[in-house]
């Protein structure tokens, strides 16, 4: 196998792969050293340099992607979109979320008094919540919170923002 | 003639004949029935002697060539008119069975072939990248304003610190009803998430629950779908039928 | 947008497309003519000319893969093939609905002269085909059409790529 096969199988493997692929396993499989395998990468993100593709590095492997400045077209391309507003169901989850946080799902089902974890992925595919960790105790179940796109949205600074409660004063 | 039966399983009626046909080099337009039918019906046996299962529709199939073979043996009134009229032989309609079926055999044939030459053609690895799957909110929350939100955690407290119920009924659910609810479920949907059937249910109606999807699976009701590992579960129905008769 | 821009964009779309992105789409993407991306998409073809990677035109549209001469280095990474080989009955079966279509179960059983309930659950279930409503007429009989990835799972362009019809083709 000569350097430039090596590359071409270098490049196929990288785009073959299911997840990033390591220095280490593309060195193993073609039984050449990692730093012949990094020197031949070069090489191939020098091929792909006009092009749209790049070999990004990530996760401790290498991967191929469109480089970012064309991202706005692939969004354009295929992704769905979704246009319909918040459940109610999400809206009383992300309330509490906003007012509790971090908190657990299990103590979310509790102030709605049924389960919430359809609105709990919803908000977390939105991007309106995030994880934050987990609570210490049986199961460390983990802990939620809004993001800074929630934020964002409403204009908030902080959290402290938010307009403050007083439960007497409900009805 | 000294044929060896073909042990190899066949599809059905028709690729055992076609296969008759073959290894005895035979003109599918002239089938000596007679004789097909003698080979067809020793391969039957062989099976019977093997004590294997014969299909209905090996029988059905010998059924068939047997009445072919008695037409033919009939004594021809007009012998000069059987040569120009040709769609009057017995044989000509299980010909177009046969021409139409190995027809789709070759297409089978050619579909292997273009399968094979295409695995070797490796597409992008990482398919599920996030950029990709991630649906576009346009309208990320709706309306809603900062202090209806506030306003709705407020009364969420105020409910939660209603005092709890004093008594809770203990319902015990059999499987038999929760099949029956599952069924009611499943009508006229082509699939159903496993999350779906699974909506509110305490964890004793979730176990109920999911063993009544494994008897509906042991019934051939439904199947279970699973795409990857720890992914969604979808049930679908497999007969419509039951829609049909009901 | 210059031809070099769109031919870059080009490039990325095909590489991040979930499923084979057709030239139209393509177009009607970058609002530019068919025959223009078609030459554009060349340009590609050729840029690639040396490297791993190829596009193939396969079930209405493009996508990158990796050359043939490759695919024994993707196997000893480890990366599974597609989709398991059919056996014969379901290639049959294949083979028939893919003519017929759409076509009922009954129809299917009368060309093949045996049961095809367990073929037909297989093809289902591998996506390779789809319900396409029901007939008119006693009983509503399911009807049955092949998939796009029917498509991919064989490497064709399109139906016209099968066979003509010749069942009075007798030797």
New interface residues.
Partial sequence: MTLKEAEIIIEALIFAAERPISCKDIGDLLELKQSTVEALIEKIRERHGEGALMIRSVAGGYQFVTKPELAPWIEKMGRPVISAPLTLASTETLAIIAYEQPVTKAQIEEIRGVRSDSALNNLLERGLICELGRKDGPGRPILYGVTEKFLLHFGLRSLDELPPISIRSAK | MGYVVQLDAY?????LLLDLIVKNEID??DIPIADITQQYLEYLHSLQVRDLAI?G?FLV?AATLLRIKAKLLLPQEQIGLEESEEEEDPREELV??L???R??????V???D??????????????T?E??????????????T??E??G??????????REPPIHSVVQRVSVQERLALVRIQLMGQ?SVSF?QLL??NTASEIVVTFLAVLELVRLGEI?V?QEKPFGNIQVRP?A?EME?MG
């Avoid at chain 2, 709705?152 to 610190?161: G, I, K, S, T, W």
């Fill in positions: 599809e059905g009626p028709f690729d599918i337009w299909g529709e199939m177009e069975l021409l139409r079926y027809f789709f055999k070759e297409v089978a050619f579909l292997r273009r399968y094979q030459a295409s695995v070797y053609y490796y597409d992008r690895g990482n398919r990248e950029l990709d799957v991630t649906p576009v909110y346009t309208n990320l929350v709706g309306d809603i900062l202090n939100l506030a709705m955690y407020r009364e969420l407290l105020v409910e939660a610190q082509s999350g909506q509110n199947r779908l497999y419509l049909v």
